[in-house]
């Protein structure tokens, strides 16, 4: 299921005050993490969604799916088992 994501909102969260944390996971490649900002939640979706609309695109044009840019996800994303 390309570009659908599951978020769960942390006990801290109050959106009234700006603050949200939890972890979001992107359902097609299992990447899954933390955030504690509104910022880190938009930096993690939208760095999915690009890798994700790259190989969507790739897979259109009968090229080869490639691994190579889920390298470049950060220290803190993590596939789950």
């Known amino acids: 299921?390309?570009?659908a994501f599951v978020i769960r909102l942390g006990q801290q969260t109050r959106p009234?005050?700006?603050a949200f944390?939890?972890?979001?996971?992107?359902?097609?490649?299992?990447m899954e993490t933390r955030?504690?900002?509104a910022a880190e939640l938009l930096t993690f979706?939208?760095?999915r969604f690009e890798i994700a609309?790259?190989?969507a695109s790739a897979a259109a044009k009968g090229e080869p799916a490639t691994a190579a840019t889920d390298e470049?996800?950060?220290p803190s994303?993590?596939?789950q088992p």
Do not use: Y
């Open 72 to 74: 470049e996800d950060s």
């Open 53 to 55: 609309k790259a190989s």
């Open 1 to 3: 299921m390309r570009f």
């Open 21 to 30: 944390e939890g972890s979001v996971e992107e359902v097609d490649s299992c």
């Open 16 to 18: 009234e005050e700006g």
């Open 45 to 47: 979706l939208g760095r």
């Open 35 to 37: 955030f504690r900002t």
């Open 77 to 79: 994303e993590r596939k």
